[in-house]
C-alpha cells in the first residue's frame, strides 16, 4: 500500500510535467520482466527521457531498493521535510522536486538503457494504466471481480475456521507448548 504522502507526490509531478509534447507514466518497468521499476518516467518530443524516484519517508530515501536513474535527466520527488534532511546525501546531477517544485536542477546523463528498450517499456506501462482505466470503468467487470474478490474471502474464512478448530482439538489432547514447556521446568 502506497502512504498518502507518496500518493500526493505521484499526483505533484504528474501536475508539473503534464504539458502538451511530455508524456509520463507511474511504475515503468524496464525491458521485458525486468526488475527495475522506475517510480515515474516522462519522455518529450525532443526524445528526452526523465526519470523520477518518489520518496516519502527518510528509510524510504536510504533503503538499499535500486534507485532506477536511467534517463538523460533524473530526479528525486520529496517532501519538504525529507528533503531537508536529506539534501547533502543527493548525488550532484540528480536533480531535486519537492513536491511539484524544481529546486535543484538535474545535470544530463548518458542513457544508462537502450533507448528503444525505454521507448518500449514506457509503452508497455501506458498500456498496462489504459487497460485499468477500462476495466475499472466496465461495470460487468468490475461486478465479476468483486465476486471473485468475496469467494475468496469466504474461503479464507472457512480455512481460518478449520485452521483453529484443529489447533484447539491439538491443545486438548496434546496441551499448549507453553504447558509442555511449565511441565518440563517443574519436572
Known amino acids: 500500500m502506497k502512504t ?4 500526493s507526490l505521484e499526483r505533484d509531478i504528474w501536475k508539473a510535467t503534464n504539458k502538451q509534447g511530455v508524456f509520463g ?12 521499476r522506475v ?22 530515501f536510504y533503503s538499499s531498493a535500486k534507485k532506477t536513474f536511467v534517463g538523460h535527466f533524473n530526479y528525486f520527488v520529496l517532501t519538504k521535510e525529507l528533503y531537508e534532511q536529506v539534501k547533502e546525501d543527493i548525488p550532484r546531477h540528480v536533480g531535486v522536486y519537492v513536491g511539484s517544485l ?3 536542477k538535474a545535470k544530463r546523463q548518458e542513457l544508462k538503457v537502450d ?6 517499456s514506457l509503452i508497455r506501462s501506458l498500456s498496462r494504466d489504459v487497460d485499468k482505466l477500462f476495466k475499472s470503468a466496465d461495470p460487468e467487470y468490475t461486478n465479476r471481480m468483486t465476486r471473485i474478490i468475496n469467494k475468496e474471502r469466504k474461503e479464507k474464512e472457512e ?5 483453529w478448530n484443529l489447533q484447539h482439538r491439538v491443545w486438548e489432547k496434546y496441551g499448549t507448548r507453553w504447558d509442555r514447556e511449565q511441565e518440563t521446568a517443574t519436572s
Open 39 to 60: 517510480d515515474y518516467m516522462t519522455y518529450d518530443t525532443k526524445g528526452i527521457f526523465r526519470c523520477y524516484e518518489i520518496k516519502a519517508s527518510k528509510s524510504d
Open 25 to 36: 507514466c507511474l511504475e515503468v518497468t524496464i525491458g521485458w520482466f525486468g526488475d527495475e
Open 159 to 163: 480455512y481460518r475456521t478449520k485452521f
Open 4 to 7: 498518502e504522502d507518496t500518493l
Open 102 to 104: 524544481l529546486v535543484k
Open 115 to 120: 533507448e528503444q528498450i525505454l521507448k518500449d
